[in-house]
């Protein structure tokens, strides 16, 4: 959340300083570009902006944000820098329905604010008022660091320094300035889930537009959520209820089918993702079609035109060039050779209770349908499966293994034995 | 519908009687706590309050409520009958954009209510009116019992009792009152499945913005529906796309993904339920890992630490403490023991056509990939089941049990069969 | 989006002539009933509507629409059409927030309008205005044909004729109609995939109402996608995120499931659907339950009350009356005789690396767990097949086959057994 006000500030050509009193190592941590000051014990805003010290005449002006207003726009930030000029203090106000706890912005009979009173200290009139104070201010650095600072006093009943004390201050010197931005929304603080849901819903409108005018194609968009770190190429088409995550890349032309969840995941060129696909940590390439329902866990590696399809699961392995794994099958730290079709219902055993194993499967090779693979197991370049096997050695280059048991037919027994499971059942029901 | 009505009367403080006139049965079964008078006949609003009979004077006042304007708040009911005072009727209007079949509100010159005109005896000019009757009025029982519902008269062609004509008797008498209500929508009507549509959707903000207000995280809650008989803890995340049904109840902690489906489940604290994962009648313990596109049927019980995985289903079963089943599995009727792993792609087979049998897997045991077990069966603690093999016999505690044929590897055949099915293949395709 | 303008044009009773000038292919393809005329090279929408040529003065009234307005409706189009009357020109205005790149509406002193604008040459007084020209224009024909379109200019940079012109030439006539237009959402022009994707969901709102209103219960409506081609008949019930596309037709009392996305699929009346259903091409009989998580593929034929249940992928397969396949399954190119029994991990084997085959399985058949069924071939009315079989041969009627190896149990072994597997883990992982 704090990023996204970071980013609008660096947007609007500042510098950024983070003051920090908690989470400290989180915040380094995703922000770890940004310079940081500690404040030790929270007591007010006005204590929050001493924390920067000797930083704060580094610069001629001074712009102080809160962390919890993510949907500030770098647009507004730059407005109200040349709003400010030779102001001692400029302040963004907004008109809002519900005030709720913000201060309130108090102006005298010709319009001109004389300052803003905080909630705890508000008579009923004020309380009334609906423009309040956004907590986002321009200041004189000068100002700010030998002056206001310095004078602030505490308030009871927590004995905080208030920062909003600057706005009469500047006020009684002339030198304020103030001004109404008209999108609340966008300056709303974020002090509990609702309104984190809330301003979401507003980021991703932002993100979301934003591809649209790049090229991408969404459908019923207020069903789809990008994070700000996906990237999407033109002519992609997004299906609703897709969910892209972390370091995902979508390359052109690729369509992502309902309801796909992708999460650092590369998409390559004109790829089909068939609806419900789940990945993570994978590389899908050109060309490929995946799904619907399948899953691409950690490290499965995709190469041009391979086809996985519904209800596969793949893991740590790798799937070359136009291979095929269509339908019910579980691969996990496998390879699978160029061109090579895996059955319905393969699944490799790579896990015996103890360790990981690795099957390896050839170029052109044929894994006939049912066939469990007990790894570590071979199957060579050209060789063909027999549907219902489980093969525990090496199947070498263009042999045909066969490891399952003969057929015999009882004929016309099935009427005996239907007789037989029906007056078991029956038996088993009589008790 | 009918039930949100009915609760919001019992939160403003009301004892609730329902007139029924058709489908009683259902109402009665839907509200069992509920008192029930039978209007025999439909003849207008003014004769079904006539049914309620002798119970309209067992209170000082009576609130009128018509059954299909579920979105009506206690608040809004709470101020209505701090609004009556000693009104003889004290009704709630709103303004519309759209008034449509609603009766019109009348008010003289200064303002005051003289009257409701319906539809079909409006003038044209009172068609054009925009604040309309909403249908819920606070009653002084005595004049309503004894002096208004004797005096009510049949308006043609249907010859119907309007209990509209209230307004004009109060108003007549001095003692109106008219309380205009500033959001339509929560009065409105529900008569077609779009106006239905439209008031779940006003239902299931004011749900979610509860439970957000609780501190669940909502991802993109335009997309998720939370049904009212739900429970969800604090810090659960719920995803988009999420829907929770019946008697769901969520632990604190637990993230349910993208596109979970649940009804009457419960979910422990910490739980991650993957994407698509759909459940029925199920209780998963704490820590525990499904999906995605799992599913658990009714009758699933997970204890804590419990890992189902992609494309496993189960049904009537039992998976002890830290027991995995995490690719392609169908567990029906069928215990598994604690710490057990079931290999992919394994299947109880649970149903020989006639009935159901159990599967019971002891605890620390390892069922191989692709093993069918064909109940009813033991599978011993700590035994061990080779891959691809079909148990149908108890397999001992601590044994290891294989059931499959022998592999058979034909060296350098693979080109031959190629060669023999590629020709059958041509043969066919010449036809 | 050509085709819902000119669905509006038609409603509202006019003859379409499309004018193509690009794409006109597709074109042709997407709307074979309209008329069609070619513009051979672009220049501007006054020469489009001279490529019409003789044809305009078929009529007596021209109305001209562009092609990139889909959110126009007929009853718009009706209206302009009546106001039209004795004019020579009657255009359509609308106003807008943001009037970009539109053609400015400038009036006169009276308030009568004296032409447009185009942006491209007007003043900041005129770009400051916010009524603009929306395009849509009903003309005299024989005055276009013979007056207008004759007399129009090129204009700078790029020598284009705009049909704008006939604004202020009809103006200077006396004889121009303007109809300002209340709702500029349906009226906007559709440039870029941001513009797309709201008019998407303006078409969207119609379509769903459209349903509701014939009785169609939509859960969370914002999140479902019909397209126009769907039909649905009443009391069926669409969860949310449902997607139905193509020549998908849902039956009387179907319930299609939370996310199932169909695409050119008939769904009988009183089919259930279950979450995630995926299907394309298929048709599914009356009673059927299908899902969750399935999915038919093209020339999916299911008979009435057939159960296809979770993991189960269908393909060019007819299932009979009643017949069942609940789990886990995948049926390519297969016929189940009705009243059979699939069990759960059954594969037809339909595909040998060069063709592929038919399965064929007859009436009253049960076929265990965990089968390979390797195509070509039948399994016979009344058999039974033995779980974790692979048949290879043809089952007769009645018969009972069984394909595969003995168990055998190594009793006491399993603790060698992972005593080994964990010395050969240790020393894997030891390297």
Redesign the interface.
């Known amino acids: 959340m704090l990023a996204w006000s970071h980013d609008a500030a660096r947007d609007a050509g500042c510098d950024v300083l983070l003051i920090v009193h908690h989470q400290e190592e989180a915040v380094r941590a995703a922000l770890p570009e940004a310079a940081h000051a500690r404040q030790e014990i929270p007591r007010g805003t006005g204590d929050a902006v001493r924390a920067a010290g000797a930083r704060l005449e580094e610069r001629s002006t001074v712009l102080v944000l809160p962390g919890d207003a993510p949907l500030v726009e770098s647009d507004t930030l730059r407005a109200l820098l040349a709003a400010h000029g030779e102001n001692l203090c400029t302040m963004l106000t907004c008109l809002v329905e519900e005030p709720g706890a913000y201060g309130r912005v108090v102006r005298d009979g010709k319009g001109c604010v004389r300052g803003v009173v905080e909630v705890t200290e508000a008579s009923a009139v004020e309380l009334a008022l609906r423009e309040v104070n956004a907590g986002i201010y321009a200041f004189d650095a000068r100002w700010l660091a030998t002056e206001l600072l310095p004078s602030l006093l505490p308030h009871p009943p927590k004995h905080e320094l208030y920062l909003t004390d600057a706005v009469a201050a500047a006020a009684a010197r002339g030198a304020l300035g103030a001004m109404l931005h008209g999108d609340a929304r966008s300056l709303m603080g974020v002090n509990?889930?609702?309104a984190?849901?809330e301003a979401?819903?507003v980021l991703?409108a932002r993100i979301l537009?934003r591809h649209?005018?790049q090229?991408?194609?969404?459908?019923?968009?207020?069903?789809i959520?990008v994070e700000a770190t996906v990237e999407i190429d033109a002519d992609v088409v997004l299906?609703?209820?897709v969910?892209l995550e972390g370091r995902t890349r979508v390359g052109r032309g690729a369509r992502v089918?309902?309801?796909c969840?992708l999460r650092d995941t590369e998409v390559g060129e004109d790829c089909i993702l068939?609806?419900?696909t789940?990945a993570e940590g994978a590389r899908i390439g050109a060309g490929c079609r995946v799904g619907?329902?399948a899953?691409l866990r950690q490290d499965t590696v995709l190469e041009p035109n391979v086809h996985v399809?519904?209800?596969v699961?793949t893991k740590n392995s790798l799937l070359e060039v136009g291979a095929k794994a269509n339908?019910?099958?579980?691969l996990g730290d496998a390879r699978v050779g160029a061109g090579s079709?895996v059955?319905?219902?393969t699944?490799t055993?790579n896990?015996?209770?103890?360790?990981k194993s690795r099957t390896d499967i050839g170029a052109g090779a044929?894994i006939?349908?049912?066939?469990?693979l007990?790894a570590p197991v071979r199957v060579g370049d050209?060789?063909?499966v027999?549907?219902?096997?489980?093969?525990?050695?090496e199947?070498?280059d263009?042999?045909?293994?066969?490891?399952?048991?003969?057929?015999?037919?009882?004929?016309?027994?099935?009427?005996d034995?239907?007789a037989a499971?029906?007056a078991?059942?029956g038996r088993?029901?009589g008790k």
């Open positions: 509990d889930r609702h984190l849901s979401e819903e991703q537009r649209a005018e090229g991408v194609t969404l459908r019923r968009p207020s069903t959520r299906e609703q209820g969910v089918g309902v309801g969840v068939h609806p419900y789940v619907p329902m899953r399809g519904n209800f699961e339908h019910l099958s579980y079709n059955g319905a219902g699944i055993c896990y015996d209770g103890f360790r044929f006939g349908s049912n066939t469990a007990v050209g060789a063909i027999g549907a219902g096997s489980v093969i525990v050695d199947v070498p263009n042999a045909v293994a066969i490891a399952r048991g003969a057929q015999v037919n009882h004929e016309g027994r099935a009427e034995l239907r499971l029906s078991r059942a088993a029901s």
